[in-house]
């Protein structure tokens, strides 16, 4: 990555963006949980400097907003008046290349940047663009009237980049307005070089813009689903614990730790969504520490690790299969402690209980085996 000491990013922010519908200008308008301008602002990371050009109506907002991470110019009465406004607080000598971005462009990546960047190292100027693919046609009066050949037409796209001394010059020369930077540099004899566009950096414009925008936001959430399975064998004893709850029984349950068959499978699933394997290798039975250990401990640390790598618990699902004892009584009880010990809603765990009509180690009753599935989704 070519470094971004010297290299200065413009996000434009200043219109009113009416098209987008009524309520907010859209810069501003929520997706998904935050703001379209601060996803924008947050795709530019590790540039020597970063300037948002806001209307002069938003500057308080945009204090609240992004108080201390970014430089806030306030914007003029045109697109272009509004870069040079950020474009005359940059200084050549510290800074040597611009890139000016659309603050309603959210989607941009950084290969996009980067290969932005790449192009820079050669030209005056480059900018993203994709060739055009759709038949065009000239309309009227709802009838087509006339194909226009699209023969090396090309939708425009941000950021575009620049050599800041060429383009502040650009822009000190150019009279009225323009539809992007690009126009102003060619206006003033640069030359711009073509880099390949991304469709997925689409500019917010119409209502219809942010359902899809919201649909691309939902794209990239991560549901992973895992299963756990455990079995203990009855031995001597007076009660089982079974999924954090102490149910008095004839007999016990034998096992390392305190041989919770339904929060041992619960804790599987878990680590299994995450790929980490399971309770064995986080808790060595060779282990004297894990000895009679309360399976709350392996519960716990399976949670934590979920929700360390951005994960919640959509649901979790237990069964225990068994002649005995009755699990009925203790469903409720058994979720809302497996709930508990995993920091999640009760409505979102099950615990249910089955036999297996005599058959099968269960049915002799000789053990207790449990299923459990659970699904996490990244946050
Ligand atoms: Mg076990």
Request: charged share 25%.
């Amino acid at each position: 990555m070519p470094s971004r000491a010297d290299i200065a990013a413009i996000i434009v922010a200043a219109g009113r963006g009416r098209r987008a519908g009524a309520g907010a200008p859209k810069q501003w308008r929520d997706l998904a949980g935050q703001p379209v301008l601060a996803r924008t602002v947050a795709a530019f990371g590790g540039f020597a400097r970063t300037l948002v050009v806001l209307h002069p109506d938003d500057m308080a907002r945009g204090v609240a907003e992004f108080e201390g991470r970014v430089t806030l110019i306030a914007g003029g009465d045109s697109r272009a008046q509004s870069v040079r406004n950020a474009l005359e607080t940059l200084d050549p000598e510290d800074i040597s290349k611009v890139l000016i971005h659309d603050g309603a462009r959210p989607f941009v990546k950084p290969d996009l940047i980067e290969r932005v960047l790449g192009a820079l190292g050669a030209a005056q100027a480059a900018a993203p663009a994709l060739p055009v693919t759709d038949a065009l046609w000239r309309g009227a009066q709802g009838r087509v009237a006339g194909r226009v050949s699209r023969d090396g037409l090309f939708r425009a796209q941000t950021p575009q980049g620049f050599d800041l001394a060429a383009i502040l010059a650009a822009h000190r020369n150019h009279a009225g307005d323009a539809a992007d930077d690009v126009e102003v540099a060619r206006a003033a004899g640069l030359d711009v070089a073509i880099v390949a566009g991304d469709e997925d950096n689409i500019k917010i414009t119409w209502p219809e813009d942010f359902h899809r925008a919201a649909r691309m936001l939902r794209g990239d959430v991560d549901i992973r689903t895992g299963n756990g399975f455990d079995v203990h064998a009855f031995c001597e004893g007076d009660h089982v614990m079974l999924c954090g709850v102490r149910v008095a029984h004839s007999r016990g349950l034998r096992g390392h730790s305190d041989a919770d068959v339904g929060m041992h499978a619960l804790t599987d699933a878990i680590y299994g969504a995450l790929a980490e394997g399971d309770i064995g290798r986080h808790f060595p039975p060779s282990d004297p520490r894990w000895k009679d250990a309360a399976s709350r401990i392996f519960l716990a640390h399976a949670a934590d690790l979920a929700r360390q790598r951005g994960y919640r618990l959509a649901n979790a699902d237990v069964t225990l299969i068994c002649e005995s004892p009755k699990i009925g009584p203790h469903a409720l009880e058994m979720a809302s402690e497996l709930a508990r010990n995993i920091a999640a809603d009760p409505s979102r765990v099950s615990v249910k209980a089955t036999t297996s009509e005599r058959l099968g180690f269960t049915g002799r009753e000789e053990g207790i085996a449990a299923l459990a599935t659970v699904t996490l989704v990244n946050t």
